[in-house]
C-alpha cells in the first residue's frame, strides 16, 4: 500500500489491484475515506473538515498522476 502523498496528520494511499472506480485511501490516526480520483467525491468513509479541505483540491489538481498511478498499481 504505497504512500502517494504525505501530509502532516494524514496521508494519501493507493492499493494494490483495488476495485473500481479509480480512487485513494485518505488515512489518518482516527479516520479513513475512499476518494474517487475523479471528481474528488467521497466514496466511503468520513473525513474531518481539515483534511477535506486539503486531501481534496490535492487530489483534484493530481488527477493525472492519480490515473497514472491507478493504472500502474493495477496491472
Keep these: 500500500m504505497p504512500v502517494i502523498r504525505r501530509f502532516h496528520s494524514f496521508v494519501i494511499r493507493m492499493y494494490f489491484h483495488d476495485e473500481n472506480p479509480p480512487h485513494v485511501h485518505v488515512v489518518g490516526r482516527y479516520f479513513e475515506a475512499r476518494v474517487a480520483i475523479e471528481g474528488a467525491a ?17 487530489i483534484e489538481a493530481n488527477k493525472a498522476l492519480l490515473l497514472a498511478e491507478w493504472e500502474d498499481k493495477q496491472g
Aim: glycine content about 6%; charged content about 25%.
Design 42 to 58: 467521497i466514496l466511503s468513509g468520513k473525513l474531518p473538515s481539515r483534511v477535506r479541505k486539503l486531501a481534496l483540491p490535492w
